[in-house]
Protein backbone atom coordinates (compact mmCIF):
# COMPACT_ATOMS: atom_id res chain seq x y z
CA UNK A 1 0.00 0.00 0.00
CA UNK A 2 1.01 3.51 -0.65
CA UNK A 3 2.20 5.58 2.27
CA UNK A 4 3.06 9.35 1.09
CA UNK A 5 3.43 12.25 3.95
CA UNK A 6 2.81 15.05 2.12
CA UNK A 7 1.44 15.51 -1.69
CA UNK A 8 3.63 18.77 -2.86
CA UNK A 9 2.76 20.52 -6.05
CA UNK A 10 5.98 21.30 -7.59
CA UNK A 11 4.93 19.47 -11.01
CA UNK A 12 1.83 20.79 -11.14
CA UNK A 13 3.26 24.50 -10.61
CA UNK A 14 3.10 24.86 -14.41
CA UNK A 15 -0.93 23.75 -15.21
CA UNK A 16 -1.68 24.51 -11.98
CA UNK A 17 -4.11 28.01 -12.67
CA UNK A 18 -5.27 26.65 -16.29
CA UNK A 19 -6.39 23.31 -14.50
CA UNK A 20 -7.96 25.08 -10.60
CA UNK A 21 -9.12 28.40 -11.50
CA UNK A 22 -12.32 29.33 -10.75
CA UNK A 23 -14.63 31.16 -13.08
CA UNK A 24 -13.96 34.87 -13.23
CA UNK A 25 -17.71 35.31 -11.77
CA UNK A 26 -17.43 32.20 -9.52
CA UNK A 27 -14.02 33.79 -8.22
CA UNK A 28 -15.53 37.29 -7.60
CA UNK A 29 -18.50 35.86 -5.23
CA UNK A 30 -15.77 33.43 -3.37
CA UNK A 31 -13.93 36.92 -2.29
CA UNK A 32 -17.02 38.34 -2.16
CA UNK A 33 -18.19 36.16 0.75
CA UNK A 34 -14.37 35.73 2.41
CA UNK A 35 -14.78 39.57 2.77
CA UNK A 36 -17.62 39.84 4.09
CA UNK A 37 -17.23 37.13 7.26
CA UNK A 38 -13.47 38.41 7.39
CA UNK A 39 -14.84 41.82 8.81
CA UNK A 40 -12.15 43.30 6.80
CA UNK A 41 -10.63 46.42 8.12
CA UNK A 42 -7.35 48.32 7.04
CA UNK A 43 -5.40 46.44 9.98
CA UNK A 44 -6.49 42.78 9.12
CA UNK A 45 -4.14 40.33 8.37
CA UNK A 46 -4.70 36.60 7.30
CA UNK A 47 -2.63 33.78 6.65
CA UNK A 48 -3.27 31.21 3.97
CA UNK A 49 -1.80 28.03 4.31
CA UNK A 50 -1.24 25.96 1.43
CA UNK A 51 -1.55 29.26 -0.98
CA UNK A 52 0.02 27.50 -3.99
CA UNK A 53 -0.17 30.15 -6.90
CA UNK A 54 -2.46 32.71 -5.12
CA UNK A 55 -5.94 31.17 -6.70
CA UNK A 56 -7.98 32.48 -3.60
CA UNK A 57 -5.54 34.67 -1.55
CA UNK A 58 -5.08 36.52 -4.56
CA UNK A 59 -8.52 38.01 -5.43
CA UNK A 60 -8.48 39.14 -1.76
CA UNK A 61 -5.05 41.07 -2.18
CA UNK A 62 -6.36 42.87 -5.43
CA UNK A 63 -8.75 44.15 -3.26
CA UNK A 64 -6.74 45.57 -0.51
CA UNK A 65 -6.56 42.97 2.50
CA UNK A 66 -3.50 41.99 3.87
CA UNK A 67 -1.86 38.49 3.44
CA UNK A 68 1.04 36.26 3.68
CA UNK A 69 1.44 32.49 2.82
CA UNK A 70 2.94 29.48 3.54
CA UNK A 71 3.54 26.68 1.17
CA UNK A 72 6.14 23.92 0.70
CA UNK A 73 6.25 23.78 -3.42
CA UNK A 74 8.91 26.44 -4.39
CA UNK A 75 7.50 26.11 -7.82
CA UNK A 76 3.99 27.38 -6.76
CA UNK A 77 5.30 30.09 -5.40
CA UNK A 78 6.98 31.04 -7.92
CA UNK A 79 4.54 31.44 -9.85
CA UNK A 80 2.26 33.27 -6.92
CA UNK A 81 5.59 35.47 -6.91
CA UNK A 82 5.24 36.74 -10.76
CA UNK A 83 1.11 37.57 -10.19
CA UNK A 84 1.47 39.06 -7.02
CA UNK A 85 5.32 40.18 -6.12
CA UNK A 86 4.34 42.35 -3.21
CA UNK A 87 2.38 39.44 -1.36
CA UNK A 88 4.82 37.87 1.51
CA UNK A 89 5.16 33.80 1.41
CA UNK A 90 7.26 31.44 2.99
CA UNK A 91 8.49 28.47 1.61
CA UNK A 92 6.77 26.62 4.94
CA UNK A 93 5.15 23.63 6.55
CA UNK A 94 1.81 24.48 7.89
CA UNK A 95 2.31 21.70 10.43
CA UNK A 96 5.40 24.12 12.05
CA UNK A 97 4.47 27.63 11.31
CA UNK A 98 7.44 30.35 11.83
CA UNK A 99 4.99 32.72 12.75
CA UNK A 100 4.54 33.96 16.99
CA UNK A 101 1.21 33.47 18.58
CA UNK A 102 -1.50 35.24 18.18
CA UNK A 103 0.02 36.63 15.06
CA UNK A 104 -3.22 36.26 11.84
CA UNK A 105 -7.24 37.81 12.37
CA UNK A 106 -7.58 35.05 10.08
CA UNK A 107 -6.46 31.76 8.85
CA UNK A 108 -7.27 29.89 5.46
CA UNK A 109 -7.27 26.83 4.60
CA UNK A 110 -8.55 25.55 0.33
CA UNK A 111 -8.23 22.52 -0.57
CA UNK A 112 -5.36 21.54 1.16
CA UNK A 113 -5.86 19.35 4.46
CA UNK A 114 -6.40 16.21 2.31
CA UNK A 115 -2.69 16.37 0.66
CA UNK A 116 -1.10 16.69 4.89
CA UNK A 117 -0.86 13.75 6.90
CA UNK A 118 0.11 16.05 9.80
CA UNK A 119 -3.48 17.68 9.06
CA UNK A 120 -4.04 18.15 12.80
CA UNK A 121 -1.20 19.11 13.75
CA UNK A 122 -1.42 21.84 10.94
CA UNK A 123 -4.84 23.13 12.84
CA UNK A 124 -3.43 23.00 15.93
CA UNK A 125 -0.77 25.27 14.71
CA UNK A 126 -3.67 27.53 12.69
CA UNK A 127 -5.44 27.39 15.83
CA UNK A 128 -1.83 28.76 17.80
CA UNK A 129 -0.75 31.60 15.50
CA UNK A 130 -4.89 33.42 15.69
CA UNK A 131 -5.44 36.08 17.69
CA UNK A 132 -8.19 35.66 20.32
CA UNK A 133 -11.48 36.01 18.10
CA UNK A 134 -9.47 35.00 14.81
CA UNK A 135 -11.37 32.88 12.03
CA UNK A 136 -10.09 29.46 10.86
CA UNK A 137 -11.95 29.07 7.33
CA UNK A 138 -11.95 25.41 5.82
CA UNK A 139 -13.51 25.27 2.63
CA UNK A 140 -15.97 22.70 1.16
CA UNK A 141 -15.68 21.69 -2.59
CA UNK A 142 -17.89 18.74 -3.25
CA UNK A 143 -19.31 17.03 -6.50
CA UNK A 144 -22.66 14.89 -6.32
CA UNK A 145 -21.84 11.14 -6.39
CA UNK A 146 -24.33 10.67 -9.34
CA UNK A 147 -21.35 13.14 -11.83
CA UNK A 148 -19.90 11.47 -14.07
CA UNK A 149 -16.49 12.93 -12.47
CA UNK A 150 -17.14 10.70 -9.45
CA UNK A 151 -18.47 7.84 -10.96
CA UNK A 152 -15.45 7.14 -12.92
CA UNK A 153 -12.86 8.16 -9.81
CA UNK A 154 -14.95 4.90 -7.72
CA UNK A 155 -14.18 2.50 -10.34
CA UNK A 156 -10.92 3.60 -10.42
CA UNK A 157 -10.20 3.09 -7.09
CA UNK A 158 -11.91 -0.06 -7.06
CA UNK A 159 -9.76 -1.41 -9.76
CA UNK A 160 -6.90 0.32 -7.79
CA UNK A 161 -7.89 -1.62 -4.82
CA UNK A 162 -7.84 -5.06 -6.73
CA UNK A 163 -4.46 -4.60 -7.42
CA UNK A 164 -3.45 -3.60 -3.61
CA UNK A 165 -2.60 -0.21 -3.79
CA UNK A 166 -4.56 3.09 -3.68
CA UNK A 167 -4.60 6.77 -5.08
CA UNK A 168 -5.85 7.42 -1.41
CA UNK A 169 -3.93 11.00 -0.03
CA UNK A 170 -2.68 11.09 2.91
CA UNK A 171 -4.99 14.28 4.74
CA UNK A 172 -8.50 14.45 5.73
CA UNK A 173 -11.49 15.74 3.45
CA UNK A 174 -13.74 14.37 6.38
CA UNK A 175 -15.37 17.59 7.74
CA UNK A 176 -16.81 16.09 10.94
CA UNK A 177 -13.24 15.27 11.92
CA UNK A 178 -11.69 18.54 11.19
CA UNK A 179 -14.76 19.80 13.46
CA UNK A 180 -13.85 17.50 15.70
CA UNK A 181 -10.01 18.13 15.87
CA UNK A 182 -11.06 22.17 15.97
CA UNK A 183 -13.69 21.48 18.72
CA UNK A 184 -10.81 19.92 20.68
CA UNK A 185 -8.87 22.91 20.14
CA UNK A 186 -11.59 25.34 21.33
CA UNK A 187 -13.55 27.36 19.02
CA UNK A 188 -16.53 28.75 20.10
CA UNK A 189 -18.94 29.38 16.46
CA UNK A 190 -19.33 27.44 13.99
CA UNK A 191 -21.06 28.63 10.81
CA UNK A 192 -21.05 26.84 7.48
CA UNK A 193 -21.50 29.15 4.38
CA UNK A 194 -22.36 28.43 0.70
CA UNK A 195 -21.73 30.38 -2.30
CA UNK A 196 -21.50 28.77 -5.53
CA UNK A 197 -23.87 25.73 -6.64
CA UNK A 198 -22.74 25.17 -10.43
CA UNK A 199 -22.59 22.67 -13.06
CA UNK A 200 -19.95 21.97 -15.23
CA UNK A 201 -20.97 20.33 -19.17
CA UNK A 202 -18.19 17.41 -19.06
CA UNK A 203 -18.39 14.01 -21.23
CA UNK A 204 -16.87 10.74 -20.09
CA UNK A 205 -14.48 10.75 -23.05
CA UNK A 206 -12.92 14.30 -21.47
CA UNK A 207 -12.91 13.22 -18.21
CA UNK A 208 -10.86 9.86 -19.02
CA UNK A 209 -8.76 11.75 -20.71
CA UNK A 210 -7.83 14.49 -18.09
CA UNK A 211 -7.41 11.11 -16.02
CA UNK A 212 -4.61 10.49 -18.32
CA UNK A 213 -2.96 13.35 -18.72
CA UNK A 214 -2.47 12.89 -14.47
CA UNK A 215 -3.12 16.48 -13.84
CA UNK A 216 -4.53 15.66 -10.43
CA UNK A 217 -2.98 14.99 -7.53
CA UNK A 218 -4.00 11.77 -6.91
CA UNK A 219 -2.71 10.02 -10.18
CA UNK A 220 0.54 10.82 -8.98
CA UNK A 221 0.37 8.54 -6.29
CA UNK A 222 -0.29 5.31 -8.13
CA UNK A 223 3.09 3.54 -10.28
CA UNK A 224 3.45 4.25 -14.12
CA UNK A 225 2.82 0.67 -14.45
CA UNK A 226 -0.26 0.28 -12.33
CA UNK A 227 -1.87 3.34 -13.81
CA UNK A 228 -1.91 2.39 -17.34
CA UNK A 229 -3.13 -0.75 -16.33
CA UNK A 230 -6.10 0.41 -14.34
CA UNK A 231 -6.81 3.66 -16.36
CA UNK A 232 -6.85 0.87 -20.10
CA UNK A 233 -9.60 -1.42 -17.28
CA UNK A 234 -10.89 1.79 -16.69
CA UNK A 235 -11.90 3.33 -20.13
CA UNK A 236 -12.94 -0.39 -21.33
CA UNK A 237 -15.54 -0.19 -18.18
CA UNK A 238 -16.67 3.44 -19.30
CA UNK A 239 -17.09 2.63 -22.61
CA UNK A 240 -19.39 -0.02 -22.07
CA UNK A 241 -21.76 1.59 -19.68
CA UNK A 242 -21.60 5.06 -20.80
CA UNK A 243 -21.79 6.58 -24.20
CA UNK A 244 -18.31 8.97 -23.95
CA UNK A 245 -19.61 11.78 -26.15
CA UNK A 246 -22.82 12.26 -24.35
CA UNK A 247 -22.35 15.83 -22.45
CA UNK A 248 -23.75 15.73 -19.34
CA UNK A 249 -24.11 18.16 -16.46
CA UNK A 250 -21.39 17.39 -13.36
CA UNK A 251 -23.15 19.59 -9.92
CA UNK A 252 -21.11 20.98 -7.55
CA UNK A 253 -21.04 23.13 -4.80
CA UNK A 254 -18.13 25.59 -3.32
CA UNK A 255 -18.24 27.29 0.21
CA UNK A 256 -16.24 27.38 3.72
CA UNK A 257 -16.59 26.86 7.27
CA UNK A 258 -16.09 29.12 9.87
CA UNK A 259 -14.31 28.45 12.91
CA UNK A 260 -13.87 31.28 15.40
CA UNK A 261 -11.78 30.64 18.47
Not at 166 to 174: F, L, Q, S, Y
Not at 239 to 256: K, M, P, T
Request: glycine share 6%; charged share 20%; proline share 4%.
Amino acid sequence: MNQVQNVVFDRAAGYYDQTRSLPPHEAAQLADALWQVLGVTAATHVLEIGIGTGRIAGPLVQRGLTMTGVDLSRSMLAVLRQKFPALPVALADMTRLPFAPGTFDGILAFHVLHLVSGWRDALAEAVRVLRPGGKFIYSIHHRDPSAINMQLRTQWRQLLAAQGTTAERPGTRNDEQVDQVLRQLGYHDHTQVDVIRGQEPVTVRFVLAEMEKRIWSDTWLVADDVFATTMASLRTWASEHFDLDQVQQDEYHIGFHVYTF
